[in-house]
């Protein structure tokens, strides 16, 4: 049974006040807040495990590395990686993306080649791509969307060509919420001769992935957005491809042997962790997967799908004149939306000072919010540990502040 009063017991930050009201947090696409589990595997990493990894030959050393090997297996295992050696440690989806367009940009990428993107994506998933185009004489395609906020697959269709070297999708968008067909996505760009890295940062806390059953190339996200901390995050690649790609930056740990003449990489998936790894972070990473995986993600998912509903319903019911960014048929835990001609900003201000938080602004999807017509906008995003009446105490709050916002 999901038992949401049991979890969110595990979550110590929402039980706080802000300015003397109960926090209501709706910014969870942003960050997830981290359960006991994942703060304690913090504490006991440094208090019983802390030595640096892989070069030790005492016991605390060892140890440590034991913990954060058995961390990458775990990772790896939750998004169905067949193998650890392609699973990457990097600070987050963003460090992945950036080297996959440096690596890849660096092996096989020609001027008048193109590379394809979405008008949804976070910038995280553009600008690697716009500065790896720019380096190599390459071109940036974008394929536009559907009213809805869906891609337009006829277009994605007739944009795959033999130049397309590769396309690079979000899973789940951050502003509408949007949850890509990304195993036809893949096969259609496969059959182009293209290959393919998904920006998983929105879809891991929401949906499980199997990174084998999508035949992604590569596929990045972060651990700080499925209740593990910050600083930590993950790429998949296919282990065959990254053999085949040079190292991104240089340093200890990526190496195997050193010297002024010549200098030999380390075997995979060290080539590409050059420095001391975030030995603590992977542990606490692996801690918080642990801990959604004992829920469910499939109960996880239907929790934040029904919190969607109720508030979608809500806001099209009880606010004539207010608009939703994202109505596609698959969608995740997100919703952006804007009231009449209610600034966001004064909307997720006056918010705030009621204990709520939503995020305001162009969620790093500039291209994205200009397409639609708008500079900015608001977006509550559900978590697993949630509720209705955190719904109910939204909808309140709004009830009191647009008035005087209009
Ligand atoms: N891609 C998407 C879809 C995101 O939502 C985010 C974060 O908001 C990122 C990439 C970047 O993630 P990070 O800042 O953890 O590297």
């Not at 939750?78 to 440690?89: M, N, Q, R, T």
């Not at 999508?214 to 593990?228: N, P």
């Not at 955190?390 to 005087?404: K, N």
Request: proline share 4%; net charge negative.
């Amino acid at each position: 049974m999901y038992d949401i009063a049991a979890i969110r017991q595990e979550f110590p930050i929402l039980s706080q006040e802000v300015y003397g009201k109960p926090l209501v947090y709706l910014d969870n696409a942003a960050t997830t807040q981290k359960p006991r589990c994942v703060l304690e595997a913090i504490e006991r990493a440094y208090t019983s495990a802390n030595a640096n990894v892989h070069r030790g030959v005492h016991y605390l050393s060892q140890i440590a590395t034991e913990h954060h090997e058995a961390a990458r297996r775990r990772v790896a295992d939750f998004v169905g990686a067949p193998s650890a050696e392609g699973l990457i440690f990097t600070r987050g989806t963003t460090e992945a993306i950036n080297l996959v367009a440096y690596c890849v940009g660096e092996r096989y990428i020609q001027p008048g080649d193109e590379i394809l993107v979405s008008t949804m994506e976070h910038h995280a998933n553009i600008v690697p791509w716009q500065l790896m185009c720019a380096r190599r004489g390459a071109e940036l395609r974008v394929v536009p969307l559907t009213p809805e906020g869906e891609l337009d697959m006829e277009a994605y269709r007739a944009l795959l060509s033999e130049r397309t070297r590769l396309v690079a999708l979000a899973h789940v968008s951050n502003v509408l919420g949007t949850v890509n067909p990304v195993a036809e996505c893949v096969r259609l760009a496969h059959e182009a001769g293209a290959l393919v890295l998904l920006d998983g940062a929105q879809a891991v806390a929401h949906t499980s992935v199997d990174v084998a059953a999508l035949g992604a190339d590569f596929y990045a996200f972060s651990a700080h957005k499925v209740y593990g901390p910050t600083g930590i995050g993950a790429l998949y690649g296919r282990p065959e491809l990254l053999d085949e790609l040079p190292p991104y930056m240089g340093g200890g740990e990526m190496i195997e042997r050193v010297s002024w003449e010549r200098t030999t990489y380390n075997v995979l998936p060290f080539k590409f962790e050059a420095g001391t790894p975030d030995y603590v972070g992977s542990t606490a990473f692996a801690a918080a997967l642990d801990f959604v995986t004992a829920l469910g993600l499939d109960e996880i998912a239907a929790h934040e799908e029904e919190l969607l509903h109720y508030a979608t319903e809500r806001l099209r019911a009880e606010f004539d004149d207010s608009y939703i960014l994202g109505t596609a048929r698959e969608k995740g835990g997100i919703l952006s939306f804007g009231i009449g001609q209610i600034h966001p900003f004064d909307l997720g201000t006056l918010l705030d000072r009621l204990g709520i938080a939503i995020r305001t602004g162009h969620h790093c999807a500039e291209p994205l919010l200009r397409s639609m017509g708008h500079e900015a906008v608001a977006r509550a995003s559900f978590a697993l540990y949630n509720t209705r009446e955190e719904v109910d105490r939204f909808f309140e709050a709004l009830h009191r502040v647009v008035p005087m916002l209009r």
